[in-house]
């Protein structure tokens, strides 16, 4: 057995968690990650020769938690798109050090393969559900999604046997979807889903951001506190991003992360490995370093290792501190769908 020497960046933070994109691809086209205005029929996403497959994503995780990292996040696209998911699951089950797997998926499919990613030895899952209006959810996937099926996907998903259950992200814009936000701590509250709400980012280059559409979690505090009383509870692990509140009358909890208005970059244990094999420090990156050239030019994973440890220890992002600063990223970030969020 390989043993764990933890990497830290330059700014002190460990690498603790890793988010992996099996599928560039999406059935959704929300407006804010894909829009169809640039992602229609014609676009050409990557083929099958250039995404990673299992054996080289597998690398990549025995080496990352070599320095350090426990936790892994599969992210898309749709990471439901990827044939055989159950399967990486598996493999990355048996990497020593790795303690928790978790999914990220818009859960149209969830109700075809919640059971046998629970199987296979998934701790959670997480579904991004921004309204429960039909129609509204609708347009904001691109004329694709269907919240019916999203609802019986979790549905399933929550009697699937997940360890760590199930959670729901929901990302509000003022003026387009934040008049349903009760709406949505109604519906899941008692159910054990956990919601949490999600300032929304200027991530990429096509999301149309503007602070004026940002509602803080202050607000929506403010909002959740008067009908339904909160208290507010201790963060679990180190670098938990979402400030976690258990309602007063026993109904669960719900999970707020200020990424606009309380950036948390001084926390930020994550590295993110796109479906192509480029590894990037930051969210908000202009560019990665690419690993699939190295993983298929050599089957050494000594050389796999030193490039790793030496990204991460050479890091200094820190983008949502920075945000609105003449010397923050000015050029082309990396684009939401592209690394999963």
Same mark, same amino acid.
């Given at each position: 057995m390989n043993a764990t020497t933890h990497t830290f960046d330059r700014r002190g933070r460990p690498l603790r968690d890793l988010r992996i994109s099996v599928m560039d691809r999406c059935n959704f086209r929300c407006t804010y990650c894909m829009p169809a205005s640039t992602y229609g029929d014609d676009y050409r996403f990557l083929d099958n020769a250039q995404r990673l497959d299992f054996n080289e994503i597998e690398r990549v995780c025995r080496q990352a938690a070599?320095?350090?990292?426990s936790k892994l996040r599969l992210t898309g696209g749709e990471p439901l798109l990827r044939p055989g998911l159950p399967e990486l699951v598996q493999r990355l089950r048996t990497i020593d050090?790795?303690?928790?797997? /978790?999914?990220? !998926?818009?859960?149209?499919?969830?109700?075809?393969h919640a059971t046998a990613l629970a199987e296979a030895g998934l701790d959670r899952v997480t579904v991004s559900v921004d309204t429960l209006d039909p129609g509204l959810f609708r347009q904001l996937s691109g004329g694709r999604g269907d919240v019916e099926k999203v609802l019986r996907g979790l549905e399933v998903a929550r009697h699937a046997g997940f360890r760590d259950g199930v959670k729901v992200n929901a990302v509000l814009q003022r003026d387009l979807n934040d008049a349903?936000?009760?709406d949505l701590v109604q519906h899941?509250?008692?159910t054990g889903i956990v919601l949490r709400f999600i300032e929304f980012m200027d991530v990429g280059n096509r999301n149309a951001w503007s602070a004026d559409a940002v509602v803080s979690s202050q607000e929506l505090h403010a909002r959740i506190q008067a009908r339904w009383p909160l208290q507010p509870l201790l963060p679990r692990h180190p670098?938990?991003? /979402? !400030? &976690?509140? &258990?309602?007063? #009358?026993?109904?669960?909890?719900?999970g707020l992360i200020s990424s606009i208005s309380k950036p948390f970059c001084g926390g930020c244990t994550r590295?993110?490995?796109s479906s192509e094999g480029q590894l990037y420090t930051c969210l908000f990156a202009e560019r990665g370093t690419d690993l699939r050239g190295l993983l298929r030019a050599t089957d050494d994973d000594a050389a796999l290792h030193a490039v790793l440890a030496g990204v991460w220890s /050479?890091? !200094? #992002?820190?983008?949502?501190?920075?945000?609105?600063?003449p010397v923050a990223v000015s050029g082309r970030r990396i684009e939401m769908h592209y690394i999963g969020g």
């Open positions: 070599r320095l350090g990292v050090g790795i303690d928790d797997i /978790a999914l990220t !998926t818009n859960g149209v499919l969830l109700n075809r349903g936000a009760l899941f509250r008692g670098g938990e991003v /979402a !400030t &976690r509140y &258990r309602f007063v #009358d026993g109904a669960g909890e719900i590295a993110r490995l /050479a890091r !200094t #992002d820190r983008y949502s501190e920075l945000r609105g600063k």
